[in-house]
C-alpha cells in the first residue's frame, strides 16, 4: 500500500490550499482514506476522513467548516480542501487508509512523506 500525499506549500492566513493523495498500486475506491497532520514538537493528529462505501465525512473540530474532504475515483485521487487557513493549520500531512466513522478516524498506519503546510500571519 502506497500513497502519496502532494499539494501543501507556503501561505499566508486566510488563504487556500488543496491536497491530493494519490495511489500507486491499488484501487482507493474501496478505501477509507483519511488525512494526519503533525505539527512541530506536536503529536500527530487526525484532521479528516472519507469513507469507502457511502462517502461519510468526518472532521475534527478545528477545521470544521474550512476544509473538505473529497474523493474522485477515476482519478484514484482523494482531496482535502483547506481554506481559511490559520497558522496553527502548519504541519506536515499524511494521508493514509484507515477505519473512518463520522465520530473519529482510526489510521491503519502506512505513512508516507508527507506534505508541508506552513501557514504564516
Known amino acids: 500500500v502506497q500513497l502519496q500525499a502532494s499539494g501543501g506549500g507556503s501561505v499566508h492566513t486566510g488563504n487556500s490550499l488543496r491536497l491530493s493523495c494519490t495511489a500507486s498500486g491499488f484501487a482507493l475506491d474501496h478505501y477509507a482514506i483519511g488525512w494526519s497532520r503533525q505539527a512541530p514538537g506536536k503529536e500527530r493528529e487526525g484532521v479528516s476522513c472519507?469513507?469507502?462505501?457511502?462517502?461519510?465525512?468526518y472532521y475534527t473540530e478545528s477545521v470544521k467548516g474550512r476544509f473538505t474532504i473529497s474523493r474522485d475515483n477515476a482519478k484514484n485521487t482523494v482531496y482535502l480542501q483547506m481554506n481559511n487557513l490559520k497558522p496553527e493549520d502548519t504541519a506536515v500531512y499524511y494521508c493514509?487508509?484507515?477505519?473512518?466513522?463520522?465520530?473519529?478516524?482510526?489510521?491503519?498506519?502506512?505513512w508516507g512523506q508527507g506534505t508541508l503546510v506552513t501557514v504564516s500571519s
Open positions: 493514509t487508509p484507515g477505519v473512518c466513522q463520522p465520530t473519529g478516524w482510526a489510521t491503519a498506519g502506512f
Open positions: 472519507i469513507s469507502g462505501t457511502d462517502a461519510s465525512t
